[in-house]
């Protein structure tokens, strides 16, 4: 049980492209649902933390107006990187907890190379 | 400041045992996790303490010492797919968790 599905796994675009990941719980209902990002070999850094039917709580440092964040249902969830830049090239996980448990099931990730 | 320690990398032979250590400082506890990620892929649950002691699952175990602010993870019959980084994580009093940078474990044959 409690599988989070993540899409796209990998995208490649040109700079300035807008580029929409979907993360989706698929055998639970997620209350809170986490965005991490992770450049190369170093730890996941979180992004915002999204509530269903709320706006979304950012980290210090991350711009709300690129990195638009919409968790529209208890089982989805988005996340926009608008106008895309090379050093938005990172590799972008969600994470979902359901309001019974304290551990986080991950997406598998969505590498993402703006060129 | 909240601040979780652990080694950067740690090498260890095929068929041993090995332990990564975490030290945490946080503002409040709510559980320490351990999750195995291998390069390129997402994080994967492993283990989850709140109270002290040791948690065994198969050839992992998990230790925890609240007083102390540290924890363990014991990986035993080591094997050439153990090989990846483990991330120590605390979950603080608003239930966020705070992660470390993980330890990048090499395994040898």
């Known amino acids: 049980g409690a599988v989070v599905s993540q899409h796209p796994s990998r995208v490649i675009c040109k700079s300035g492209t807008s580029v929409k990941i979907e993360c989706r719980s698929l055998?639970?209902?997620?209350?809170?649902m986490f965005w991490y990002r992770q450049f190369p070999k170093q730890s996941l850094m979180l992004m915002a933390t999204?509530?269903?039917?709320?706006?979304?709580?950012?980290e210090q440092g991350v711009e709300k107006d690129k990195f638009l964040i919409n968790h529209a249902s208890l089982t989805l969830s988005t996340l926009t990187v608008t106008s895309a830049h090379p050093e938005d090239s990172s590799f972008y996980i969600c994470?979902?907890?359901?309001?019974?448990?304290?551990?986080?099931?991950f997406g598998d990730g969505t590498r993402l190379s703006i060129l | 400041g909240q601040n979780i320690d652990q080694p950067t990398e740690m090498t260890a032979t095929e068929g041993a045992i090995v332990q990564i250590n975490c030290t945490y400082q946080?503002?409040?506890?709510?559980?320490l996790f351990w999750y195995q990620q291998h390069a390129g892929e997402a994080p994967t649950f492993l283990s989850y303490n709140v109270l002290d002691g040791l948690e065994e699952k198969g050839r992992f175990s998990s230790f925890l010492s609240r007083s102390k602010g540290y924890s363990y993870l014991l990986l035993k019959e080591l094997q050439m797919k153990d090989s990846a980084s483990y991330l120590c994580a605390v979950m603080d009093s608003n239930y966020q968790l705070i992660w470390g940078a993980g330890t990048k474990l090499i395994i040898k044959p």
């Open positions: 994470s979902a907890r359901d309001g019974t448990e304290t551990s986080q099931h």
């Open positions: 999204s509530n269903e039917g709320s706006k979304a709580t950012y």
């Open positions: 946080t503002s409040g506890f709510n559980g």
């Open positions: 055998d639970f209902q997620a209350t809170t």
